[in-house]
């Protein structure tokens, strides 16, 4: 048995038209389709109501401190929350974002409830709120949820002016650093509630499980209240605890509240409790009324939580519930094309949705708290995560940076403390590197800082596992650590990989593995990918250096082809599915995501280690990740961009992935065999086929078995026997797509007509008509009006205007290519 902390999921409504509020240190309201009006104008109910606050919004870009000032501008634009004005500046050809404040301004109307309250999920990064030009409150730092108390200020069945004063400027006693691989988007990036509450209410509930095993579990709970002027004489606390199917299991009733602002409620053992984990996420209701001296409920909480529990064995891996988990995950970063960090709450699930999808059971949330609904979706989907203090880099500040720093790390627990996904609070990443203040990177001040922050979190929340990444000083600090190992990528080869984690394990007996694997530009092929043995030259040690710009390695020295990225992945992944004792690890990243720091990138300021583009689109690694851990049977042929090959008239290795028993290869509808799929063979399981392509256009299609179902992939894929010629011109092309936007296609050509297959240099596209809009700044293979041509192609997403214009392709040695476009049908 092991002593922990579990989940809950926050707020829910209430039989009886009352609302489920979670407040004060992050306790987020559910988002139940039957719940809260969105973006009602005004809020009339006397009764607890938790209103949807995203819809009508005004934005002002200014950075005036002035409330008179800015209540007096003309210049307000309508926006809806969740916003960000870093949406696509991070990515456009502008160097630099925009690291300023902003306002926000909502009208509205309050009914009779005895208090207001206003909850933000999130703002970045030091957030003002005034209501009728008075200031309610401010809150520092990004990333966490905060209530701001509207009551004494607000007029009751009236107007009300709401404005808010965002700034995502640079602070370095706030973390994270402006030196962290990521854009720190400015704005209110999550969901914002308006809660009617009474005088006294529940702020939050913190559900604890002191012990768990598969035949019994112990069930706790602390009702933090908010206590008002009035009297708490004769209120009460009653408390129920549901299964997963909806019967009650547990309960309690009449418990004084007296003039505690805490209230404890101890619950008789549960019986054969049934365990949250990544195959069978239960999850249990905890939900707690207040009632008034009739016995009436004045406020309750609805929160859903998981009976569970986490261990690190030293030399045996991770376990949940005391049984072994390989750990098979990914990372994410809260950011996606076209809308920066501001999400709907449909995308993050989404997100959540494709990496499970995949096979995964495992997130790190890179590099910051996430929004409320990644944690629910975790919990419901069977994701087991670790949750990252946003320490990422610039090493240790002083006072001012202390105190934000230790208040922040109190505030992410509490505010996700309850969810039964969380397995690891991680105390940071990379934290030395590139200080922020002189002597900030010191070993020994770092390690006593970490040594704190570990007491903190302990202190806080001793059920679960403190981690961090790459500081090594603190390895024994914490109760499970990742050093640095790129095997293939920053440095060596992932030839290397199996010999670096065997070597890691002796060094580190809780040690697990985040972050592997490399750039890829999507669309960028090969037929001779660096092998498992490396680059000649290059560094010996998997450990990524600081300073890249003095090593040889595959990222600095190679062109970023899905090949290679297809084989290192394939590799690492027979590696980990195979080690007995190995707790798992975590590819980086999910998905593409913005960096301010790669300028220079194919994408510029992107960066591109992603599975998925930042659209979401999967690159061909995605389908080496499903062929290991996805249950749902597929094939895919490598690959849909690799449509253009060359070389002798043998033909050519074909590679497919499948998770499927047997597959079979087809060539122009005849059969080139059946193999087996062996997990155990290198590359793709064994299924690799010699193709003898003819001349031209040359159609593949294959079929995969597993227990008598059957999966088809195909591929049309044009053969030139021998090698292209030298670059002779560029080719424009328009294709209609069922959008009814047009692709703009650009297409490097020899003098024969031929691809140039090896013809990379950067594009730059332009819409000299100023009819339409390209589509750009989205930092995607189809959204980047500067990106470098994959085998001799690149193309953008064009909106056709009301008449005719002309897109132009130019680079450096390409002084011009027009192509007349029709106007919109």
Not at 704 to 712: F, L, M, R, S
Not at 805 to 817: A, D, H, M, T
Request: charged share 25%; proline share 4%.
């Amino acid at each position: 048995m092991k002593s922990i902390f579990i989940v809950r999921r926050p707020l829910a409504w209430c039989a009886g038209a009352c609302l489920i509020v979670a407040a004060l240190a992050g306790c987020e309201p559910a988002n139940n389709d039957d719940a809260p009006v969105k973006g009602a104008a005004s809020v009339e109910a006397a009764e607890p109501t938790v209103t949807l606050f995203n819809d009508d919004w005004h934005y002002l870009q200014n950075n005036a401190q002035d409330v008179a000032e800015i209540s007096q501008s003309d210049k307000w634009q309508h926006v809806n929350i969740p916003h960000t004005w870093n949406a696509t500046d991070t990515v456009d050809a502008e160097p630099g974002y925009r690291r300023n404040a902003s306002w926000y301004k909502k009208e509205f109307s309050a009914g009779q409830a005895s208090r207001y309250v206003l909850y933000f999920e999130g703002a970045n990064m030091e957030t003002q709120v005034y209501i009728n030009d008075q200031l309610a409150g401010e809150h520092i730092g990004g990333y966490l949820g905060f209530d701001i108390e509207l009551t004494p200020w607000l007029k009751k069945n009236a107007k009300n002016t709401l404005l808010v004063r965002v700034s995502n400027a640079y602070n370095p006693h706030l973390i994270p650093s402006q030196k962290a691989d990521f854009f720190i988007h400015g704005g209110i990036t999550r969901d914002v509630w308006l809660k009617a509450l009474p005088e006294t209410y529940i702020d939050r509930l913190q559900i604890d499980t002191p012990t768990v095993s598969e035949s019994t579990a112990q069930t706790r709970v602390r009702a933090l209240l908010n206590v008002g002027a009035a009297s708490t004489q004769g209120l009460t606390l009653s408390a129920e605890v549901k299964s997963p199917d909806g019967s009650v299991v547990l309960s309690a009733s009449n418990i004084e509240v007296a003039a505690n602002n805490e209230v404890d409620i101890v619950f008789k053992d549960i019986a054969n409790p049934q365990l949250w984990s990544v195959d069978t996420p239960n999850l249990y209701t905890m939900q707690v009324a207040l009632r008034d001296s009739d016995n009436k409920i004045i406020h309750e909480v609805n929160e859903k939580f998981g009976y569970r529990w986490f261990e690190m064995r030293a030399g045996q891996g991770f376990f949940v519930n005391g049984k072994r988990m390989l750990i098979r995950g990914t990372h994410r970063h809260e950011e996606s094309a076209g809308v920066g960090a501001a999400l709907t709450n449909e995308m993050h699930r989404a997100d959540m949705q494709q990496i499970k999808d995949m096979g995964a059971n495992f997130v790190r949330l890179a590099h910051y708290p996430q929004d409320p609904e990644v944690y629910r979706a975790a919990d419901e989907l069977g994701l087991v995560l670790w949750d990252e203090l946003p320490w990422c880099r610039g090493g240790k500040g002083g006072e001012e940076w202390e105190k934000n720093t230790e208040s922040y790390l109190k505030r992410q627990i509490a505010q996700n403390r309850n969810h039964a996904s969380i397995a690891f609070w991680s105390l940071g990443n990379e934290m030395y590197w590139e200080e922020d203040f002189p002597g900030g990177g010191n070993d020994d001040a770092v390690l006593a800082y970490v040594k704190k922050l570990n007491a903190i979190a302990k202190a806080a929340d001793s059920s679960r596992l403190t981690t961090l990444r790459k500081f090594y000083p603190a390895a024994k600090v914490v109760d499970a650590f990742s050093p640095s190992i790129w095997a293939g990528w920053y440095g060596g080869a992932y030839g290397q990989y199996e010999e670096a984690i065997r070597a890691a394990m002796k060094d580190y007996p809780a040690f697990l593995h985040m972050e592997y694997g490399g750039s890829s530009h999507a669309g960028r092929h090969t037929e001779t990918p660096t092998g498992k043995e490396g680059i000649i030259g290059a560094q010996v040690s998997v450990e990524e250096a600081m300073n890249q710009a003095v090593v040889k390695s595959v990222a600095k020295d190679s062109d970023w082809n899905e090949n290679y990225m297809v084989d290192l992945f394939d590799w690492h992944l027979h590696v980990s599915e195979s080690v007995e004792g190995f707790a798992g690890n975590a590819q980086w990243a999910m998905k593409d995501f913005g960096t301010p720091l790669r300028p220079e990138n194919p994408i510029p300021y992107v960066n591109q280690k992603g599975l998925l583009d930042r659209n979401g689109n999967p690159k061909d690694a995605y389908y080496v990740f499903a062929s290991y851990w996805s249950d749902k049977p597929f094939c895919y042929i490598e690959s849909k961009t690799w449509t253009h090959r060359q070389g002798p008239k043998e033909g050519r290795d074909v590679t497919v992935y499948c998770n499927t028993h047997t597959a079979e290869l087809f060539l122009n509808d005849k059969s080139l065999g059946v193999k087996q799929r062996d997990p155990q063979r290198f590359p793709a399981g064994g299924l690799v086929w010699k193709v003898p392509f003819k001349a031209g256009v040359n159609h593949l299609r294959v079929e995969g078995i597993i227990d008598d179902v059957k999966v088809h992939d195909k591929l049309d894929v044009t053969y030139l026997i021998g090698e292209h010629g030298k670059l002779d011109s560029i080719k424009l092309s328009a294709k209609p797509l069922d959008s009814g936007n047009i692709l703009i296609e650009a297409e490097a050509l020899d003098s024969d007509g031929n691809r140039v297959l090896n013809y990379s240099e950067r594009a730059y596209f332009f819409n000299v008509g100023e009819q339409g809009q390209l589509i750009e700044n989205q930092g995607t293979p189809n959204g980047s009006s500067i990106i470098e041509m994959a085998s001799g192609y690149a193309a953008i997403e064009f909106i056709p205007g009301d008449k005719p214009s002309v897109i132009e392709f130019r680079n450096q040695n390409v002084k011009g290519v027009y192509l007349n476009v029709d106007a919109k049908q």
